[in-house]
């Protein structure tokens, strides 16, 4: 029997403490795995819970909620023997959409049931962890001003990004690879572990979860004419076949900026040092998988 705890962000969309009792019972095998349900109380608790899992007895922790969720509660798990399950109920999801978990909490449920596992790797930057994907510049920008809205969802996302877009100004940045230095000009850095910051949007084609390298794609910015033309490849997963996109992949690297500034880790924006030390953290998270 495997003891399992189901963390839910009611702020998530998935607030409904009697539909997920009433699904989690009726679906779970309880010949396998008895479990609990609690709910987060404030901005960081969800982290305080898991790493008090152990302690608890539990063996799968279970996150309802988005991506900023997923991090807490994978900040409290990191390289322990203790399971991350995800119910993705966010905005974006983008790492449940990179490990193509279903939406329906019945169909995660399911998924626990038949308990696949893989190891992942996760990304520290300047000791924060990032589990999907991070960004710096434009994209720190749109995450900041999207967390200030009451109502989430994509087209309040694409409503910021329509709005500061013509008016942002590439920055500079200076990036370090062992012992190789350079600067690039771009819209945005990813710093990315998934393929993308969700809703399908996928800036990062190539990255790979489970192979040690975190993938830096340098984002140029395009005139008017051609942003319909980049979105296209955006969607289509194909935008690394643009001249206007660099990716290199690298385990340990740092990235700095001329001030201090915001960064988008796991879709929440946080300031943090102009220099960023990024190293890859290779196996450091199990999680379950279809």
């Known amino acids: 029997m495997k003891n399992v705890l189901f963390i839910i962000n009611p702020i998530s969309g998935v607030g409904r403490k009697k539909e997920i009792e009433t699904i989690v019972e009726s679906t779970i095998d309880k010949s396998k795995f008895i479990y609990s349900i609690t709910f987060t109380e404030y901005a960081g608790h969800a982290t305080i819970i898991a790493m008090d899992a152990k302690e608890n007895g539990f063996d799968i922790v279970y996150v309802v909620g988005g991506d900023g969720s997923i991090n807490e509660v994978a900040t409290g798990l990191l390289n322990t023997d ?63 001003e999207f967390d200030k809205l009451g109502r989430r969802g994509f087209w309040g996302y694409l409503k910021i990004v329509s709005n500061k877009y013509f008016n942002y100004k590439p920055k500079k940045y200076t990036i370090s690879i062992g012992e190789k230095t350079f600067e690039r000009r771009a819209l945005f850095i990813s710093i990315a572990n998934s393929n993308q910051f969700g809703y399908n949007t996928v800036v990062a084609p190539l990255a790979d979860i489970c192979d040690g390298l975190a993938d830096i794609c340098i984002y140029q910015k395009v005139s008017i004419f051609k942003v319909l033309f980049y979105a296209l490849f955006v969607f289509a997963k194909r935008i690394h076949k643009t001249k206007y996109v660099e990716i290199i992949k690298a385990s340990e690297f740092v990235i700095e900026r001329k001030k201090k500034k915001w960064i988008n880790i796991d879709g929440q924006p946080m300031k943090l040092n102009k220099k960023l030390y990024v190293k890859v953290l290779p196996k450091s998270l199990r999680v379950i998988v279809p």
């Open 82 to 144: 203790i399971v991350l399950g995800i119910i993705p109920s966010g905005s974006g999801n983008g790492l449940a959409r990179f490990l193509k978990l279903p939406f329906d909490i019945k169909r995660n449920i399911v998924i626990l049931n038949n308990y696949k596992t893989t190891l992942i790797d996760t990304i520290d930057i300047n000791n924060k962890c990032c589990v999907s994907i991070a960004g710096i510049g434009f994209d720190a920008l749109v995450a900041k």
